[in-house]
């Protein structure tokens, strides 16, 4: 299966969404945590700078100037200063003591805290952070300054941004994953679905959905769909079963005593004069029951092709040779009735088929045509191999049918002549479309401009 199947299955859509939905709660407690610790640690520097601030000005004044200097430098040693920042300056900021190498330059001041960067040297390399500061003028003038600086917020920073993209990045392809594999599988079962309802529509009326073991008690939706389609095309076979059935009954109870009773017409006609009145009357009859007649087989021939009768004695076919004979027989009629019948038979056409349902369907064709073109019209039969799928198209330069009535003509018993003067029942159309479906072909009503113009196009022979 193709991959941008995938993407456009609900199921992905659905696993794709809920990816995106977990990301964004992630990304929300990611964010809250972060805000969180981030002022609790922000306060507890603040605290811890303002408690240094606070024993080394206690300091101050208990021991002087000389005991503040030299307690700083016991705390600035390497071992014990960690992120701390300690700097004491006489009042022209010329430093005394302090792991500081001079007051800062750039500094932002909020009140008594102080913001500036600072050049930290990390493993042999400079790295500059920021560093926050409480600053306190001494008594003589000298300036204190003590703080912290923010490679520890922002170590904790990266790790943060670091652990939400690997979070957000692994969530999404999780969902990807996850998609793809629901979406495999529901694309699996919903193939075989489709699958088995092409199948059922090419004519294999008996073929059903195939689903899995288990049964409706441990069956999930995709069971249970499984098992009331395939009881619905139970039920619809059933229904076309009965109805072919009652059409059949109702056919062969009807053709055999009309045939019975145009055979004795024949014989009453046999035995008349022609000078007999009753004559013209007799020969009416006859040719009601032979319109009689060719209805009913009409009928039983688009129910049997309808119901699939034929579909086992598929076998390459021909076209061009099936149009062939079928010209060579109706072209005395079609000359007859004051017609041209043109052929353009473009090369052998092979087809899996019917011959002699196709040499129903393209004499009907034919037929139709010579009907209702009118004298002095031109027929055209054409055959074209067309690349593997060949075309049948019958055309005439007739009145033709308005685009309105094009889909009702392949109905049956429909006739466009509202008086119903010309002869025929309404039903070569609906024979040749029965035909055309169990040919798996495609049939379309088209307008030659003048007339009408019958294609029907045929898949490849497989």
Not at 38 to 47: F, H, K, P
Not at 230 to 256: C, F, K, P, W, Y
Not at 438 to 444: E, G, Q, V, Y
Request: hydrophobic share 45%.
């Amino acid at each position: 299966m193709r991959l941008h199947r995938f993407f456009r299955t609900t199921t992905f859509r659905l696993a794709l969404l809920y990816a995106v939905l977990f990301s964004a709660s992630s990304l929300v407690l990611f964010a809250f945590i972060y805000g969180t610790t981030s002022v609790l640690i922000a306060r507890e520097r603040e605290q811890s700078i303002a408690a240094n601030m606070a024993s080394l000005q206690d300091h101050y004044a208990a021991t002087g100037l000389r005991g503040l200097a030299a307690a700083i430098l016991a705390r600035a040693q390497p071992n014990r200063v960690g992120d701390n920042i300690y700097l004491l300056t006489d009042p022209q900021f010329r430093p005394i003591a302090g792991n500081g190498t001079g007051w800062p330059p750039l500094v932002e001041q909020d009140g008594p805290w102080l913001t500036f960067p600072i050049e930290r040297q990390l493993l042999g390399e400079p790295e500059v952070y920021l560093a926050k500061a409480l600053h306190a003028v001494l008594p003589g003038g000298y300036h204190l300054l003590v703080g912290q600086d923010m490679r520890t917020q922002e170590r904790f920073r990266r790790a943060i941004v670091e652990a939400l993209i690997w979070s957000v990045a692994i969530t999404l392809c999780l969902g990807l994953v996850v998609g793809l594999v629901m979406s495999r599988n529901t694309l699996r079962r919903i193939e075989s679905i489709n699958s088995a309802a092409e199948r059922i529509m090419r004519g294999e009326l008996k073929h059903r959905i195939p689903g899995r073991a288990g049964g409706r008690a441990g069956g999930d939706e995709f069971d249970r769909l499984t098992e009331n389609l395939n009881a619905m095309l139970d039920e619809i076979d059933r229904l076309m079963g009965s109805m072919r059935t009652v059409t059949h009954n109702i056919a062969h109870d009807l053709r055999s005593p009309l045939t019975r009773v145009r055979n004795r017409l024949e014989s009453a006609l046999a035995g008349m004069d022609e000078s007999d009145p009753r004559r013209e009357t007799v020969e009416q009859a006859v040719t009601e029951a032979d319109q009689l007649l060719a209805t009913f087989n009409a009928l039983l021939s688009i129910a049997d092709a309808e119901a699939g009768a034929g579909r086992g004695d598929m076998v390459p076919v021909d076209l061009e040779a099936v149009a062939r004979d079928v010209a060579e027989l109706y072209e005395p009629l079609v000359e007859e009735r004051g017609l041209f019948l043109e052929t353009r038979l473009l090369g052998p056409a092979l087809v899996s088929g019917n011959r002699q349902l196709l040499f129903q369907a393209i004499a009907n064709l034919i037929d139709n045509a010579v009907k209702y073109a009118g004298p002095g019209r031109r027929i055209s039969l054409t055959v074209e191999p067309g690349n593997g799928r060949p075309e049948l198209v019958v055309a005439d330069d007739g009145p033709g049918i308005p685009a309105s009535d094009r889909s009702r003509v392949l109905e049956r018993f429909v006739r466009l002549d509202p008086s119903r003067s010309t002869p025929g029942s309404g039903l070569g159309l609906s024979l040749v479309a029965a035909i055309a479906r169990l040919h798996n072909a495609t049939l379309s009503l088209e307008d030659n401009h003048p007339g009408l113009k019958v294609r029907i196009r045929f898949p490849m022979p497989g």
